[in-house]
C-alpha cells in the first residue's frame, strides 16, 4: 500500500470550511487505497497573533517560552483537522512533533531535525487504518523542550516525514496551483511549470520565491522524496519537483526571482592580513546573520581592503554594531549601510551549457533603466542586486527577455526528458 504524505499551509486552513476541504482531500487519498500522513500549519494569522500577544506580555521574550506559545497554533489545527475527518465519518488521530519523536537540536526558533523515533508508531496508526495528523513546524530536543523549526518549517516537517515513511509521494497543498515561471502577482505573463529541477527550485527558494523553503527542498533532495506542489482550492495538476535526468527537457532559464528587503554592508579599509576575513564572518555567524553577494577590493598599497555583503534588512542593526565594534579594535575600519535594495535572478540548469545568458539579462536590464550594484553568479544561477524601486519592471523585463511565459516546460529548450526520483 502506498504512503502519502500530504501538507497544509495556514491559508488552506484560515476557517472551517477549508479544513473540511483538506479534510476531503486526505480521505479521497485513503479512498484509493493509501496510508495518509496529514501535516498541518497553523491556522492563517495564528502564528503572528502568538507573537503579538507574546510582546504585549514583554518585550524580550525567551526563546524557549516562545517556542512552547507557538507551538499551540499547530495543536489547534491537528485537532481541527482530526474532527473535520471524524465528522466525515473516517478514523484519524492527531499527533505534536513531541508525540510522533520528532527530535530537534537546542537552537529554538529556528531548530533542525535529527532523527525521528515515532516511525514504528505512526506505522501502526497507519496500519490500524487511521489517518495521522501530524503538526508541522515542531519538535521536542534532547530534553524534551519544544522547539519551532523557524520559517517553512511544515514543509520541513512534511518532507521529512515522507523521507523517514519512503512515502510515495509528498503533496505540499498551498493557495496557489504550482510553481510558477515568476511571482504571477508582479508578472501577470507568468506559466505555472509542469516541473522543475530541484536544484533550481532549491536556488528560487532562497533567491525569494516563497511556495517552499529552501530547508525542505534541500532535504527532499538528499532523502529522494518525490514532492509535488498543488492548489487546495482546485484539483489541478500542480508542479513536479523531480531529478535532473536527460530524460526531461532542459531549458537555460527555468524561473526568475526578486527578492526585497535587502541592504549591503561594507567595510571600510579593512586590514588585508590573512584570517581577517574568517574573524569578520566568524562574528556575522555569531550574531546569526545570513549573508550573500561577499565582494573583496584590495586597495592599492595592498595593506587595506573594502569587504562588502548583502543581508536582509532585519539583520542591518547587528551588521553596524558589529561594525563599530570592529572599527574599535582596527582604527581607521568604518562601516557603510546602503538599504532599500533587491536582486532578480534568472535560474536555469542549462545555463551549465550555454552562453550568453549573462550578456541577455544585462541587456534586458538596461532597456528597462535598471542600473545594476552587484553581480553574483553561479552554475545555474545569475543575480543582479538592484534598487528596490526598480525590482518589479527588472522582474518582468528578465522575464520576458527569456520568454518564460511561452517555453511548455517554462524557459527556452535546450533538450530532453523525465525521471523522477
Given at each position: 500500500?502506498?504512503?502519502?504524505?500530504?501538507?497544509?499551509?495556514?491559508?488552506?486552513?484560515?476557517?472551517?470550511?477549508?479544513?473540511?476541504?483538506?479534510?476531503?482531500?486526505?480521505?479521497?487519498?485513503?479512498?484509493?487505497?493509501?496510508?495518509?500522513?496529514?501535516?498541518?500549519?497553523?491556522?492563517?494569522?495564528?502564528?503572528?497573533?502568538?507573537?503579538?500577544?507574546?510582546?504585549e506580555?514583554?518585550?524580550?521574550?525567551?526563546?524557549?517560552?516562545?517556542?512552547?506559545?507557538?507551538?499551540?497554533?499547530?495543536?489547534?489545527?491537528?485537532?481541527?483537522?482530526?474532527?473535520?475527518?471524524?465528522?466525515?465519518?473516517?478514523?484519524?488521530?492527531?499527533?505534536?512533533?513531541?508525540?510522533?519523536?520528532?527530535?530537534?537540536?537546542?537552537?529554538?526558533?529556528?531548530?533542525?531535525?535529527?532523527?525521528?523515533?515515532?516511525?514504528?508508531?505512526?506505522?501502526?496508526?497507519?496500519?490500524?487504518?487511521?489517518?495521522?495528523?501530524?503538526?508541522?513546524?515542531?519538535?521536542?530536543?534532547?530534553?524534551?523542550?519544544?522547539?519551532?523549526?523557524?520559517?517553512?518549517?511544515?514543509?520541513?516537517?512534511?518532507?521529512?516525514?515522507?523521507?523517514?515513511?519512503?512515502?510515495?509521494?509528498?503533496?505540499?497543498?498551498?493557495?496557489?496551483?504550482?510553481?510558477?515561471?515568476?511571482?504571477?502577482?508582479?508578472?501577470?505573463?507568468?506559466?505555472?511549470?509542469?516541473?522543475?529541477?530541484?536544484?533550481?527550485?532549491l536556488?528560487?527558494?532562497?533567491?525569494?520565491?516563497?511556495?517552499m523553503?529552501?530547508?525542505?527542498?534541500?532535504?527532499?533532495?538528499?532523502?529522494?522524496?518525490?514532492?509535488?506542489?498543488?492548489?487546495?482550492?482546485?484539483?489541478?495538476?500542480?508542479?513536479?519537483?523531480?531529478?535532473?535526468?536527460?530524460?526531461?527537457?532542459?531549458?537555460?532559464?527555468?524561473?526568475?526571482?526578486?527578492?526585497?528587503?535587502?541592504?549591503?554592508?561594507?567595510?571600510?579599509?579593512?586590514?588585508?592580513?590573512?584570517?581577517?576575513a574568517?574573524?569578520?564572518?566568524?562574528?556575522?555567524?555569531?550574531?546569526?546573520?545570513?549573508?550573500?553577494?561577499?565582494?573583496?577590493?584590495?586597495?592599492?598599497?595592498?595593506?587595506?581592503?573594502?569587504l562588502?555583503?548583502?543581508?536582509?534588512?532585519?539583520?542591518?542593526?547587528?551588521?553596524?554594531?558589529l561594525?563599530?565594534?570592529?572599527?574599535?579594535?582596527?582604527?581607521?575600519?568604518?562601516?557603510?549601510i546602503?538599504?532599500?535594495?533587491a536582486?532578480?535572478?534568472?535560474?536555469?540548469?542549462?545555463?551549465?551549457?550555454?552562453?550568453?545568458v549573462?550578456?541577455?539579462?544585462?541587456?534586458a536590464?538596461?532597456?528597462?533603466?535598471?542600473?545594476?550594484?552587484?553581480?553574483?553568479?553561479?552554475?545555474?544561477?545569475?543575480?543582479?542586486?538592484?534598487?528596490?524601486?526598480?525590482?518589479?519592471?527588472?522582474?518582468?523585463a528578465?522575464?520576458?527577455?527569456?520568454?518564460?511565459?511561452?517555453?511548455?516546460?517554462?524557459?527556452?529548450?535546450?533538450?530532453?526528458?523525465?525521471?523522477?526520483?
Amino acid at each position: 500500500m502506498s504512503i502519502v504524505v500530504q501538507k497544509f499551509g495556514g491559508t488552506s486552513l484560515a476557517n472551517a470550511e477549508k479544513f473540511h476541504r483538506a479534510a476531503r482531500r486526505a480521505i479521497q487519498a485513503k479512498l484509493a487505497g493509501n496510508q495518509v500522513v496529514v501535516v498541518v500549519s497553523a491556522m492563517d494569522q495564528t502564528t503572528d497573533e502568538l507573537v503579538g500577544l507574546a510582546y504585549e506580555v514583554t518585550d524580550r521574550p525567551s526563546r524557549r517560552e516562545m517556542d512552547q506559545l507557538l507551538a499551540t497554533g499547530e495543536q489547534v489545527s491537528i485537532a481541527l483537522m482530526a474532527m473535520a475527518i471524524h465528522h466525515a465519518g473516517h478514523d484519524a488521530i492527531s499527533m505534536t512533533g513531541a508525540q510522533i519523536g520528532i527530535k530537534t537540536d537546542r537552537s529554538h526558533g529556528r531548530a533542525r531535525i535529527r532523527e525521528i523515533t515515532g516511525r514504528t508508531q505512526l506505522m501502526s496508526l497507519l496500519n490500524q487504518g487511521s489517518i495521522v495528523i501530524v503538526a508541522g513546524f515542531q519538535g521536542v530536543d534532547e530534553q524534551f523542550n519544544v522547539t519551532t523549526l523557524g520559517r517553512g518549517g511544515s514543509d520541513t516537517t512534511a518532507v521529512a516525514l515522507a523521507a523517514s515513511l519512503q512515502a510515495d509521494v509528498c503533496e505540499i497543498y498551498t493557495d496557489v496551483d504550482g510553481i510558477y515561471s515568476a511571482d504571477p502577482r508582479i508578472v501577470p505573463a507568468a506559466r505555472k511549470l509542469d516541473y522543475i529541477f530541484y536544484d533550481e527550485m532549491l536556488e528560487l527558494a532562497s533567491l525569494g520565491a516563497q511556495v517552499m523553503h529552501s530547508r525542505s527542498i534541500e532535504l527532499g533532495k538528499n532523502y529522494g522524496v518525490r514532492l509535488c506542489v498543488r492548489s487546495s482550492l482546485t484539483d489541478a495538476k500542480g508542479t513536479d519537483i523531480v531529478n535532473v535526468s536527460s530524460d526531461l527537457q532542459q531549458v537555460i532559464v527555468r524561473g526568475a526571482a526578486l527578492k526585497k528587503g535587502l541592504a549591503r554592508v561594507e567595510l571600510v579599509r579593512v586590514p588585508n592580513r590573512p584570517g581577517i576575513a574568517s574573524e569578520i564572518f566568524r562574528r556575522v555567524a555569531e550574531r546569526e546573520v545570513m549573508v550573500d553577494d561577499i565582494i573583496q577590493v584590495i586597495h592599492a598599497g595592498g595593506t587595506t581592503a573594502d569587504l562588502s555583503f548583502t543581508v536582509d534588512k532585519g539583520d542591518v542593526e547587528a551588521c553596524r554594531n558589529l561594525g563599530l565594534e570592529l572599527g574599535q579594535e582596527m582604527p581607521g575600519l568604518a562601516v557603510e549601510i546602503r538599504d532599500k535594495l533587491a536582486k532578480v535572478s534568472v535560474v536555469g540548469v542549462g545555463m551549465r551549457t550555454h552562453t550568453g545568458v549573462a550578456s541577455r539579462m544585462f541587456e534586458a536590464l538596461h532597456q528597462s533603466n535598471v542600473n545594476i550594484e552587484n553581480i553574483a553568479t553561479s552554475e545555474i544561477v545569475i543575480s543582479c542586486v538592484i534598487r528596490e524601486e526598480d525590482g518589479e519592471r527588472a522582474l518582468r523585463a528578465v522575464h520576458e527577455v527569456f520568454e518564460l511565459d511561452r517555453a511548455a516546460g517554462g524557459g527556452q529548450a535546450v533538450a530532453g526528458t523525465l525521471q523522477k526520483p
